[in-house]
């Protein structure tokens, strides 16, 4: 059984960074794509970023590019997300997600993500 924890969520102000992490359990998190959504109070979940097997791939939604960056540590089982001049409009639960194919590519569709973690809360204050 596959399980994964996020972390480094908080409250920080307008303009500010925080960095997230996700922890894998189980074997094999090197072949699988790992992503990012985000769930705001009375929306939908929504992709923030994903990243490809070795991390030679990743992609962004259009809210984030540029200001966010996912990266990953293979030999460490985890996942980034650093997030930078952050803006109240990021405000959400944030979750990492481990795709439901291994071997393929990174993708923003929630659908092919089977795992999920349970959540860590970014607030941004304006």
């Known amino acids: 059984q596959v399980q994964l924890v996020e972390s480094g969520g908080g409250l920080v102000q307008a303009g500010g960074s925080l960095r997230l992490s996700c922890a894998a359990s189980g074997r094999a998190f090197s072949i699988y794509p790992m992503g990012w959504f985000r769930q705001a109070p009375g929306k939908e979940r929504e992709f923030v970023a994903a990243i490809s097997l070795s991390a030679d791939s990743t992609y962004y939604s259009d809210s984030v590019k540029g200001r966010f960056t996912i990266s990953r540590d293979n030999a460490k089982n985890t996942v980034f997300l650093q997030m930078n001049s952050l803006k109240p409009e990021d405000t959400a639960v944030y979750y990492c997600?481990?795709?439901?194919?291994?071997?393929?590519?990174?993708?923003?569709?929630?659908?092919?993500?089977?795992?999920w973690g349970q959540g860590t809360q970014v607030t941004v204050s304006s």
């Open positions: 997600a481990r795709a439901r194919e291994p071997y393929s590519s990174g993708s923003y569709d929630r659908s092919q993500y089977n795992y």
